[in-house]
């Protein structure tokens, strides 16, 4: 089982409201990463970091923030939440290798606005 | 347009019977993997197979990578009812940012 915690596991908010999903892994990896999956459908890569001070953002467009402060922690925040946010966020880290990297994902966080 | 795509989009089996997955893709890769997810949950790594690899097996999976077609194949054998998930296939590709792109899974349902 991977070391990889997010919380809270649902979340069902306001529009207009700002909220942080927190992602924390114990693995020691530098690699991190924010996945966007609707019910059903394929993951899309909204954020990446390399290790710690380094953010980069993915191919879906997203109105996220990410910050990488601490090697273990990669939180997301959203501003000012909107009812197309309403979605699942997966996050994930991997050992950085040249190739061939594993990802280690976490249980996700289940994002409703209303 | 996608990188991966995969085919059937959902299956129903017997439990007992193989599961046949397909993934195919458009770019070239370093290699592809694929990932198992349990409903409402996160993705669990399964097995990679590189570009020069042709076939790999980890207990009852099978997987086959064709370059030359862009597809692969994942094989389950012998089912059972807790393989019930849904499977990914993730290609990584040839390029700066070394990242993973998903195909859109195929939900796989073993009826006991």
Known sequence: EADIYQTPRYLVIGTGKKITLECSQTMGHDKMYWYQQDPGMELHLIHYSYGVNSTEKGDLSSESTVSRIRTEHFPLTLESARPSHTSQYLCASSEFRMVGEKLFFGSGTQLSVL | ?112
């Open chain 2, 1 to 112: 347009s996608q990188q991966g795509e995969e085919d059937p989009q959902a299956l129903s089996i017997q439990e007992g019977e193989n599961a046949t997955m397909n993934c195919s893709y458009k770019t070239s890769i370093n290699n592809l993997q694929w990932y198992r997810q349990n409903s409402g949950r996160g993705l669990v790594h399964l097995i990679l197979i590189r570009s020069n690899e042709r076939e790999k097996h980890s207990g009852r999976l099978r997987v086959t990578l064709d370059t030359s077609k862009k597809s692969s194949s994942l094989l389950i054998t012998a089912s059972r009812a807790a393989d019930t998930a849904s499977y990914f296939c993730a290609t990584e590709i040839i390029q700066g940012a070394q990242k993973l792109v998903f195909g859109q899974g195929t939900r796989l349902t073993i009826n006991p």
